[in-house]
């Protein structure tokens, strides 16, 4: 089946729906402008796109005043702002530090450092040898469920380097509902 694009409006916000071959429905506010997109399967209906969209509003809204300082179109260049990666840094690892704080004692982990970093290819990584973690700074423009996961799964790689059955046991066990997660994600890699 060919993609189909087109716009619907939810509470106020325009939004872009391109509908493709995928599992998943994914929703991404752009960084560049605070347009919204969602990408969805064929099977779902308008109604129930709108649907998903309406219970998110909050969080499209939050993302869309984040990014709102880009939309005047004054900054020509395409170069990032350093003090805007600063701070954007500083408010992902805010959220790190409380999702390491409360899954360590559920897990039976402990991390030693948390550095966000913008990473070309990966979502995150462990150094099982120092317990340090590193997550991308690009899942600060995805859902909070994907930030979680992250987390999860690197703090699972503490118990189990590998990606192998003890591994994915673990993640079952911690975070059951990984796959679906996992699948958006990779539907939608870090874009350079």
């Known amino acids: 089946m060919k993609e189909i694009t087109y716009q619907i409006c939810v509470d106020g916000v325009t939004i872009t729906v391109t ?8 929703l991404k506010v752009k960084k560049e402008d605070g347009s919204v997109q969602i990408s969805a399967p064929h099977h ?16 499209i809204r939050k993302y869309q005043n984040m990014y709102g300082g880009e939309k005047s179109g004054q900054n020509t260049s395409h170069r990032p702002d350093p003090a805007r990666i600063q ?58 469920e994907c930030l979680e996961y ?24 911690f975070y059951p509902d990984w796959k679906r997660v996992r699948a958006s994600l990779n539907e939608n890699p870090p874009r350079t």
């Open 19 to 26: 509908k493709k071959r995928m599992k998943n429905v994914y």
């Open 44 to 59: 779902m209906n308008r109604e129930e796109i709108a649907a998903f969209a309406a219970a998110r509003t909050d969080w």
């Open 87 to 144: 701070q954007q840094k500083r408010l992902l690892k805010q959220r790190v530090d409380a999702l390491v704080v409360k899954w360590e004692p559920m897990m039976g982990v402990h991390v030693t450092g948390i550095t966000i970093r913008q990473m070309k290819t990966r979502w995150g990584s462990c150094n099982v040898n120092t317990h340090h973690i590193n997550i991308n700074l690009a899942l600060l423009e995805r859902p909070p």
């Open 150 to 173: 992250v987390v999860v799964h690197e703090l699972a790689h503490l118990l189990e380097p590998s990606h192998n059955q003890v591994f994915w046991g673990y993640m079952t066990k």
